[in-house]
């Protein structure tokens, strides 16, 4: 029997993505890990506990990149890397001191999100990011905090204050990093003038993405 080896870093598209954690506060109505299996288009994303330490991470990404340069990192994985947020921030740490070496410190650092991070830690964590991290895309989906509930089905603990605190950190982001995106997910349902004008209040940009579970599994 061939043994369980996930991936905790996989390619797609230009970027290197890094699965830290299968850990979400969000069991999102989208989220394909559970129709995919915990695989990502050929990747095992499944950690089974198993969570990778920054240096792990790290001496993945390198061997990546001396089999082929890429153009960006990118947190990203089945589960929100802000689970793990000291592990995420030394992993853009040693990118960004150069002590991840071919890896250049310019290389550009994504998180992808679903924005609870400031809920979950009970603090404004962005000012941490700063220098860290180039770019937070964060999935946020509506601006109907209603509309939010449904769709992004947080735990218990961050029911009732979850959106107040996604838009927060949205707004914190805009603030100090040089790149904060709001995304949501194509859906009739959601009302686009009204997420476009909440997205441009907080100061961030808007990008919309494809509902993946409508495609083929690659
Ligand atoms: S935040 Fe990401 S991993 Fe978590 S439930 Fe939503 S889509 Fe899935």
Not at 9 to 33: D, H
Not at 73 to 83: D, H
């Given at each position: 029997?061939?043994?369980?080896k ?8 230009e ?6 954690t ?40 390198k061997?990546?990149w ?9 947190f990203c994985?089945y ?45 404004n ?15 946020l ?10 769709r ?17 950190f ?27 004008k ?8 808007v990008r ?11």
């Amino acid at each position: 029997m061939q043994a369980h080896k996930p991936k905790i870093v996989y390619r797609y598209g230009e970027g290197l993505y890094v699965n830290l954690t299968n850990s979400c506060p969000t069991s999102c109505v989208f989220c394909i890990k559970n129709t995919w299996k915990m695989d990502y288009r050929g990747n095992d994303l499944n950690l089974a506990g198993l969570e990778p330490a920054p240096s792990e991470v790290v001496a993945a990404a390198k061997a990546e990149w001396a089999a082929a340069p890429f153009r960006e990192l990118v947190f990203c994985g089945y589960g929100e890397p802000t689970m793990r947020l000291e592990a995420l921030l030394t992993c853009a740490r040693l990118v960004k001191s150069g002590r991840a070496a071919p890896i250049p410190p310019s290389l550009r650092v994504r998180l992808n999100t679903n924005g609870l991070a400031n809920a979950v830690w009970g603090r404004n964590v962005v000012p941490e990011m700063k220098g860290l991290i180039d770019a937070v895309h964060v999935s946020l989906n509506t601006a109907d905090p209603v509309q939010w509930l449904e769709r992004m089905r947080p735990m218990e603990p961050w029911k009732d204050t979850g959106f107040e605190k996604v838009k927060e950190f949205i707004r914190e982001a805009a603030l100090l990093l040089p790149e904060a995106v709001a995304t949501a997910v194509e859906d009739d349902t959601v009302d686009m003038a009204k997420f476009r004008k909440l997205v441009s209040d907080l100061g961030a940009e808007v990008r919309l993405r494809p509902r993946l579970e409508t495609e083929e599994r690659a």
